[in-house]
């Protein structure tokens, strides 16, 4: 089955830096990619997918980029904000078909600190 | 909008108590998911729904029993729970199963069996 690897498991910056979080997968035949953000006492919040057609994908500061070949895809912040601060999940998903339903496989989660 | 609702918000239950989570999304998914979230861990599939029959079921003990009233409603009943059952319950939708699709989850229920 998929295996998703997910780094850093912390990571923190200051106000205004960049922020990257990477993931690599096993299974090439995923093909969608999502990033989820979760803070603390809520549930997973979708903020930006990217699926295996497109290199890049960018959605204000956030963008995320897909290198198929290479099987991994990292998520990008500029001008971090406090508000940011978060745990970011990755994940993975092939299309359905065969023993797959197009089950996401996630990441093991990064906490992302923003000091203000 | 890509609302969904989960009551309730925090739950504590024994492990005798018979107790039912319940979600809701009114933005036309015909899937809807159930997830188990442990601390510090990622999202666990525990069951899924596609137009309301349940397609797949990640081998969870039968002391949890989904159900799927109609094509917005989606519970989740509990019995003789047993303490490591403890968790974040999520409950999330998608347009349709096994897209991929965009999945939404909703806030989750906090659940802690004394």
């Known amino acids: 089955g998929e295996n998703v690897e997910q780094h850093p498991s912390t990571l923190s910056v200051q106000e205004g830096d960049s922020a990257v979080i990477k993931c690599t997968y096993s299974?090439?035949?995923?093909?969608?990619f999502p990033w989820y953000k979760q803070e603390l006492g809520k549930g997973p919040q979708l903020i930006i997918d990217?699926?295996?057609?497109?290199g890049e994908k960018k959605d204000q500061r956030i963008a995320v980029t897909l290198n198929k070949t290479a099987k991994h895809f990292s998520l990008h912040i500029t001008e971090t904000q406090p508000e940011d601060s978060a745990v970011y999940f990755c994940?993975?998903?092939?299309?359905?078909?065969?023993?797959?339903?197009?089950?996401?496989?996630f990441g093991q989660g990064t906490i992302l600190t923003v000091h203000p | 909008d890509t609302e969904v609702t989960q009551t309730p918000k925090h739950l504590v239950m024994g492990m005798t108590n018979k107790k039912s989570l319940k979600c809701e999304q009114h933005?036309?998914?015909?899937?809807m998911y159930w997830y188990k979230q442990k601390a510090k861990k990622p999202p666990e599939l525990m069951f899924v729904?596609?137009?309301?029959?349940?397609?797949i079921n990640e081998s969870v003990p039968s002391r949890f029993s989904p159900e799927c009233p109609n094509s917005s409603l989606l519970n989740l009943h509990l019995h003789a729970l047993q303490p490591e059952d403890s968790a974040l319950y999520l409950c999330?939708?998608?347009?349709?199963?096994?897209?991929?699709?965009?999945?939404?989850f909703g806030p989750g229920t906090r659940l802690t069996v004394t």
């Open positions: 999330a939708s998608s347009h349709l199963a096994g897209g991929p699709y965009e999945q939404y």
């Open positions: 299974d090439s035949a995923s093909n969608y």
């Open positions: 990217i699926r295996s057609n497109v």
């Open positions: 994940a993975a998903s092939a299309n359905a078909g065969g023993t797959s339903y197009g089950k996401l496989t």
């Open positions: 933005m036309g998914h015909r899937a």
């Open positions: 729904y596609s137009y309301e029959k349940l397609s």
